[in-house]
Nanobody
Framework: QVQLIESGGGLVQAGGSLRLSCAAPATFTSGAMGWFRQAPGKEREFVSG????????TYADSVKGRFTISKDNAKNTVYLQMNSLKPEDTAVYYC????????????????????WGQGTQVTVSS
């Protein structure tokens, strides 16, 4: 099993910024990686994803233009830069990795991913 390690969550005022990090083991060289979030009483929802070869990125409509996903291949780490944060962004954020390589394809459903981080809390105050 692959363990993904997340960091970077915290408390920020509306309009502020945070950057989340997700470090994968050096042995993880498979498929796409992405970010999901889940608020209490809500389903886990897709936020953003990036392909294994860094060519393709995709975003949920609710965060498009505010969040940016990127990856440092040398460190095997994925980042989520979150700007112009809103109270509705408050949730536990999870990073995820896909077991199989599928080129530039990026899944947007939970079943598209096989490995998960422990979650990091993001709280945005008004």
């Amino acid at each position: 099993q692959v363990q993904l390690i997340e960091s970077g969550g915290g408390l920020v005022q509306a309009g502020g910024s945070l950057r989340l990090s997700c470090a994968a083991p050096a042995t993880f060289t498979s498929g796409a990686m992405g970010w999901f979030r889940q608020a209490p009483g809500k389903e886990r929802e897709f936020v953003s994803g990036i392909s294994r070869n860094d060519i393709t990125t995709t975003y949920a409509d609710s965060v498009k233009g505010r969040f940016t996903i990127s990856k440092d291949n040398a460190k095997n780490t994925v980042y989520l830069q979150m700007n112009s944060l809103k109270p509705e962004d408050t949730a536990v954020y999870y990073c995820a990795g896909a077991k199989y390589y599928r080129g530039t394809y990026i899944g947007r459903q939970e079943y598209d991913y096989d490995y998960w981080g422990q979650g990091t809390q993001v709280t945005v105050s008004s």
